[in-house]
């Protein structure tokens, strides 16, 4: 697949380190400038790679959406992050360092190729956005500039800020008439740039409310958003990195299966924490989720808790949510609609809890509908749901979202730690036996091999210490 070859090519004409001023070893006959969609392609394809693979297993399993079964031992996996191997690294070289270039390659274009920065700017503030989620302090300001050996940590809130900072440029940069990196390149929107600004909305919104618990500053901004109406608005606006059922070109999660268990799902397992609020929702997800084991009864789901082993009763997540073709969604409009049903219910937006509930039940309706339930079954169960109130809507609201990013779990193990204080989120979660800390994980711990090259890494922080944003 070409994408995957232009990360080498990406990287070979980009990357800087101690000789990065030296005329050394420089092939006089060799090109020293690339296009800037070949570099995105290379960075966006990277991004999504770790975000439904490296990313996607461990994260799943910290945030009780998924069970392995005993296959690694769920509070093993949930606290021994050695899983997450080479997501850090990755995403500094391969997805930030090839924006960079990309940037600057297309800033010295005449005419600018604005859309290109545009576009290149939003993924970097998706791109750090995620890390700092992830991680807590990053390098941000002094990252891949190629100019700083050793660069900085900055707090989250530096960090997330500056992420809306980025998304305000690219937007003002936007042309929607104009014409920026494109498809094959543009694997999301195939350079459709006005689809490109309601995601950079939508993104935007989606780290104000990572903020606004921790900085309640941040509701005006929020409720500006709404008013201004431009954010993703339908399903055809959902951000999502396409694959195909041709060799070479599938879905991560399928190659993993068909190549390593022979195409049997056996390595992720329904969870309980996941089944017992489905069950107590009467939610019709239930088969679309999971997969009755193969020597379970017919309709029978059989779930997980953190120190149960797999039978060959024991449900597994659905093989259709691991087919080829299946897209890797970043943004999507379910999501869009309950976090603008959060917005007004919060008071950050006008409407009130009728319009809020409105919003919810068109959110749920969308969740259930992309996940396969049936439009009939789908309105019936949406329309059924409680009207939130002052009461309710946190609850509501915030089991409703975890659910919607059941395959997402990178964004839901934010909205799981945002969803109360510590001790006190929804859904409710317990330690598993055996786990070497206290709490329930809050953040990704740094990589050995960055603690023991940058001194500025911060050292001696545990797993289950809370974030910035994790009020």
């Not at 930030?96 to 920065?117: C, H, S």
């Not at 992420?163 to 494109?182: F, N």
């Not at 409310?209 to 954010?231: C, E, H, R, W, Y």
């Not at 809020?356 to 309706?365: P, Q």
Request: aromatic share 10%; charged share 15%; hydrophobic share 45%.
């Amino acid at each position: 697949m070409k994408k995957i070859v232009f990360v080498g090519l990406a990287l070979a004409l980009t990357t800087t380190g101690c000789f990065k001023d030296s005329t050394l070893n420089i092939d006089p006959n060799r090109s020293t400038t690339v296009d800037p969609s070949l570099l995105f392609a290379g960075a966006s394809t990277q991004f999504s790679l770790l975000r439904v693979a490296e990313l996607t297993w461990p994260v799943a399993l910290m945030n009780q959406m998924w069970a392995s079964g005993g296959r690694w031992g769920l509070a093993q996996a949930q606290y021994d992050q050695t899983r997450v191997r080479s997501a850090w690294g990755r995403t500094y070289t391969d997805v930030l360092k090839n924006l960079d270039v990309a940037i600057k390659v297309a800033e010295q274009a005449q005419p600018v190729n604005k859309n290109a920065v545009a576009q290149c700017k939003i993924m970097k503030a998706f791109a750090y956005s995620q890390t700092s989620l992830l991680w807590g302090d990053i390098p941000f300001s002094e990252a891949s500039t190629g100019t700083v050996d050793l660069p900085k940590f900055d707090k989250q809130a530096d960090v997330l800020t500056g992420c809306v900072a980025l998304l305000d440029e690219a937007i003002a940069q936007a042309d929607p008439a104009g014409k920026g990196i494109i498809a094959p390149n543009d694997l999301y929107y195939g350079g459709d740039m006005a689809k490109w600004r309601k995601f950079a909305n939508s993104l935007k919104l989606r780290i104000l409310f990572s903020m606004v618990d921790a900085d309640p500053t941040k509701a005006a901004a929020i409720g500006q958003l709404l008013t201004g109406n431009a954010m993703i608005a339908s399903a055809a606006d959902a951000m999502q990195f396409k694959y195909y059922n041709q060799p070479g070109q599938q879905n991560p999660r399928f190659s993993f299966t068909a190549i390593f268990r022979g195409g049997v799902q056996s390595d992720w397992y329904c969870s309980k924490p996941v089944y017992d609020l489905l069950v107590s929702l009467s939610d019709p997800r239930i088969p679309y989720f999971f997969q009755p084991g193969p020597a379970a009864a017919p309709g029978e789901y059989i779930a997980l808790n953190s120190v149960e082993t797999f039978t060959t009763k024991s449900a597994l997540v659905n093989l259709n949510l691991l087919k080829p073709d299946l897209p890797e969604v970043s943004f999507s409009y379910s999501e869009q609609l309950l976090l603008e049903a959060e917005a007004i219910a919060r008071g950050f937006a006008t409407g009130g809890f009728a319009v809020a509930t409105t919003r919810m039940r068109a959110g749920v309706r969308e969740s259930l509908i992309s996940f396969g339930v049936p439009t009939a079954q789908a309105d019936a169960y949406a329309a059924g749901l409680p009207a939130l109130t002052v009461a309710n809507y946190r609850a509501i609201l915030s089991q409703q979202q975890y659910l919607d990013l059941f395959m997402r779990p990178v964004e839901g193990w934010t909205q799981h730690r945002r969803s109360g204080i510590v001790g006190q989120e929804i859904p409710a979660m317990t330690t598993p036996q055996g786990a070497p800390v206290a709490g329930l994980v809050r953040r990704l711990l740094y990589r050995s091999e960055e603690i023991n090259s940058n001194p500025n890494t911060p050292a001696g922080i545990a797993v289950d210490a809370p974030q910035w944003f994790d009020k």
